[in-house]
Nanobody, 128 residues
């Protein structure tokens, strides 16, 4: 039972990246899925979430109008399209499911620790 985030890299300000979160050993669309990040010296920050019930999407203030979360059930994956990237987006990005608390997306954006299952993150560096 694993979650693997990938797709990070070095990008210039204003550029784009698409992160992938692939699940193995379980069906990802049964869960709310949260993308969160951790910048150096900072706490975990919820970025975006997609609901298992109806694929409703939720974004932090910093991600609104720049990031887009989506699912591909055939690939057992969730994606985060990040556009208009800024240096302050530099962080390690993780994906997580709402296991075991079954927390809502709204709650997960406020309190990342309520989403208890995540795997290795992927580093995003935004720099010229």
């Amino acid at each position: 039972v694993q979650l693997q985030a990938s797709g990070g890299g070095l990008v210039q300000p204003g550029g784009s990246l698409r992160l992938s979160c692939v699940a193995s050993g379980f069906t990802l669309n049964l869960y709310n899925v949260l993308w969160f990040r951790q910048a150096p010296g900072k706490e975990h920050e919820g970025v975006s979430c997609i609901s298992s019930r109806d694929d409703s999407t939720y974004y932090s203030d910093s991600a609104t109008d720049r990031f887009t979360i989506s699912r591909d059930n055939a690939k057992n994956a969730v994606y985060l399209q990040m556009d208009s990237l800024k240096p302050e987006d530099t962080a390690v990005y993780y994906c997580a499911t709402d296991s075991p608390k079954h927390a809502s997306c709204r709650r997960g954006l406020r309190n990342v620790s309520d989403f208890g299952h995540w795997g290795p993150g992927t580093l995003v560096t935004v720099s010229s």
